[in-house]
């Protein structure tokens, strides 16, 4: 499974990841706590994620860039 871009739906508490990979195949469906989303993405190569615009959007971006 090679995912190369991830949508990331974010909320309150539960946060949905649909990746892709380079043919636009679905290949991971995953529904995550707020804790769980930082040690999910450390277990990933480095990809392209794409997230709502919402309020916290520039803190969870901040946080999975790093």
Sequence with gaps: MQVT?????IAKRVFQAHGVDE????VLR?????VEVLT???????????IEACGTAHHWAREIRA
Excluded: M, N, S, Y
């Design 30 to 34: 995953r529904k995550l706590q707020r």
């Design 5 to 9: 871009t991830i949508g990331l739906d």
């Design 40 to 50: 999910f993405f450390r277990g990933l190569p480095p990809c392209l994620v794409g």
């Design 23 to 26: 043919a636009g195949r679905a």
